[in-house]
């Protein structure tokens, strides 16, 4: 088994092993539903079917020194950073092979090595604490850079204006990635905002901002890239709005009958996975074959993880006693 | 040794925190160029540059879970709240976030960070700017709570404070500010250690902050020889300091500031009761504010939070009558 920087490392510049990590995000999440609905998960899910090629895409252009402070919706920004898709079924299935012990659950994925801050179960809850981690960088004089990525529905948090304009004024390395699948919650953005572009919001502070097709892995690089070289080279702050889809409704057996007539099929059109399966068979490195091979070999392996989770120990009860203080003797 | 007020030994911590490690930093609301709004940052900007020593805008939140994140990365923030109260816009990333991060990430992370607040009531400054509010945060596992009641405390403490790996609130009687009193800098004090400021024979008294002042007046008014602990931390609060004086006295009272429910000191007499039920000579009890905001008239003021009077009366009462004696608002027939 590899290591979470082995799996992250690779990701650079490898565009066939993008397109495999998106198709692990995609069936794990595809797993994690269906175990859910058996029982054998517990608690709540949040699934990012659809958001694949936002996850590995700001993967693969970061550094494994920089952070990530992500949110409740993590399990695929997690495994595209590196964590493994045992560590991270483990947590959701409570086993004490999982990343937090089978104390976190579905909602609190973190891995230290690739710089995955715990994922906060709070809408806007890591926004600040992404500032709070690019200040450390900033005051240390290190090149590295933190990014929080959240929701749409996070922008009408308060959180998130205080966190931006923070981080304007202090000019801090952080790039604030809002992934905007359309929905919070339960609710159309439309509902909740008077805007549709949430990138512009970025005006008021003065920072750079700008949105990119979030379903278009080169895309989702090319503008990350450009808001990471220029937090990197003290060049502050950006907001970059990646326009995606939630697949799925917003959590457990929720099935969305909220959605307009069609929306969905809209968007299934474009399919982060089809259409990265498309670029790759167009430029001759997939054929047909090796893609649905590839998408076949995805569904075996989670297969195994999965069996193979199943046998992992439960936590015991002395575990939860654990980690809440550095030194719990008292 | 110097003398100071509370105040300069806020100061003087601060300031030879960050000299001897330089991931200390410090941010808030006009800490810097003005120097704090309690004056607790003095010379700070001038010794330690912008860099470490940041005004932040008015945003709890946000530079609150900054300092959550720096800490993550290897700093050690030590913050300024204003005003207690401004903690409920920041509760967020204190409760939820801070005092998660080590249990979320299998231990992974650690959040070395210092909440400073100036709190309490006293001098005026209406029911918004004057509360007790140890109890939002006393419950939550993953969080510290210290608070001093004179400046070798202030010192001690809050360098204890800022060397903790885990996130500390550090609550500052505000009252307390101008106080002066005597500072050994050498003097070294633990989280989670009480001190024991006075030794007697017919009671203990455990409080906190400002109100060990008020006993310490009141046991000297009523005339009485007790054991006086100062917890000066909350969580954890020193519970063997506690029970070892108990078990000596046989009677305590614990002196509280917040109003009646929900109060710490609750948590004190249900421990006390349990490990030594049956060597006590009477039932230990609570002294506290009554169920009310916080007034701003001056006379009421003075009357909210228990004051050296009202504590000397309880303590007399409950040794004449071997019994726990009403609070003044009983007594006065305002509340039954």
New interface residues.
């Given amino acids: 088994m590899s290591t979470s920087l082995q799996r992250r490392a690779k990701l650079k510049d490898n565009e066939v092993a993008w397109f495999d990590r998106m198709l692990e995000i995609r069936e794990f999440e595809k797993q994690t539903n269906l175990l859910f609905a058996s029982g054998a998960i517990r608690g709540t899910t949040h699934l990012c079917i659809g958001q694949e090629a936002l996850a590995v895409g700001l993967a693969s252009v970061l550094n494994p020194d920089d ?1 990530v ?1 992500a949110t409740y919706r993590g399990h695929g920004i997690s495994l595209a950073l590196g964590l493994s898709s045992h560590s991270a079924l483990a947590e959701i299935m409570g086993k004490s092979t999982g ?3 089978g ?2 659950g579905s909602m ?1 994925l ?3 090595s690739v710089g995955i ?2 994922t ?1 179960a ?1 809408i806007g ?13 900033q ?2 004089k290190k090149s590295n850079v ?1 990014v929080a990525v959240f929701g749409d529905g996070a922008t009408n948090i ?2 998130f204006h ?2 931006l ?2 981080a304007a ?2 000019n801090l390395p952080v790039i604030f990635v809002c992934d905007n699948n359309v929905y919070g919650e339960y609710s159309r953005i439309n509902t909740t905002t008077p805007i549709e572009d949430l990138h512009l919001r970025a005006d008021s502070y003065a920072m750079p901002n700008m949105k990119v097709d979030g379903m278009d892995i080169h895309a989702v690089r090319d503008s990350l890239e450009l808001a990471i070289n220029r937090a990197r080279s003290g060049g502050g702050p950006t907001l970059v709005e990646a326009k995606t889809y939630r697949f799925a409704g917003h959590s457990r057996a929720d099935t969305a009958p909220y959605r307009p007539e069609g929306e969905l099929a809209e968007w299934e059109k474009r399919d982060p996975i089809k259409l990265t399966r498309e670029m790759l068979i167009g430029k001759g490195l997939l054929t047909e074959d090796t893609a649905t091979q590839m998408v076949s070999d995805m569904e075996d392996f989670m297969k195994s993880t999965i069996e193979s989770v199943q046998q992992d120990p439960e936590p015991t009860t002395k575990d939860m006693f ?6 719990p003797e ?1 | 040794m110097p003398t100071m007020r509370f105040r300069q030994a806020i100061v003087a911590a601060l300031t030879d925190a960050m000299e001897a490690d330089s991931s200390v930093i410090i941010f808030g609301e006009d800490i810097a160029a003005a120097e704090g709004p309690f004056k607790t940052s003095e010379g700070l900007l001038a010794k330690f540059g912008p860099d470490r020593v940041r005004d932040t805008p008015i945003s709890e939140m946000a530079f609150t879970g900054a300092a959550v994140g720096a800490a993550m990365m290897g700093m050690k923030p030590v913050v300024e709240i204003m005003f207690m109260e401004f903690l409920g816009v920041a509760l967020d990333q204190l409760v939820t976030e801070a005092a998660k991060m080590r249990y979320l990430s299998k231990g992974q992370y650690s959040v070395p960070m210092v909440v400073r607040a100036s709190s309490g009531s006293g001098l005026g400054f209406g029911c918004q700017h004057s509360q007790t509010l140890e109890n939002w945060v006393a419950a939550t596992p993953g969080l510290k709570v210290v608070t001093p009641s004179d400046p070798q405390s202030a010192y001690s403490l809050l360098r204890a404070a800022i060397a903790d790996p885990d996130p500390v609130m550090f609550f500052e009687p505000r009252i307390l500010y101008a106080e002066r009193g005597e500072v050994d800098f050498s003097v070294k004090a633990k989280i989670g250690q009480a001190r024991l400021l006075l030794t007697g024979t017919n009671l203990t008294i455990v409080s906190l902050g400002n109100m060990v002042n008020v006993a310490k007046a009141a046991i000297s008014e009523s005339g009485i020889s007790a054991d006086l602990i100062d917890l000066g931390t909350l969580v954890p609060w020193d519970k063997q300091a506690v029970l070892n004086s108990v078990k000596k006295t046989g009677r305590l009272i614990v002196v509280e500031e917040a109003p009646l429910s929900g109060g710490w000191g609750s948590e004190i007499v249900a421990t006390v009761t349990k490990e030594l039920f049956t060597s006590l000579k009477s039932a230990p009890f609570r002294i506290t504010a009554p169920n009310v905001p916080v007034p701003f008239n001056g006379t009421l003021e003075a009357k909210f939070a228990p004051n050296s009077h009202e504590v000397s009366r309880q303590i007399l009462e409950s040794l004449k009558n071997n019994s726990v004696p009403d609070p003044w608002w009983i007594v006065e027939g305002i509340v039954n």
Avoid: M, Y
């Fill in positions: 952070v402070s990343c937090a012990g104390l976190g609190h973190c891995d230290r801050l715990p906060s709070i809850g890591g926004i600040p604490i992404a500032v709070g981690a690019a200040l450390a960088f005051i240390q933190a308060g959180a205080e966190s304009n923070l004024i202090w654990k980690n809440i203080w550095t030194e008292w």
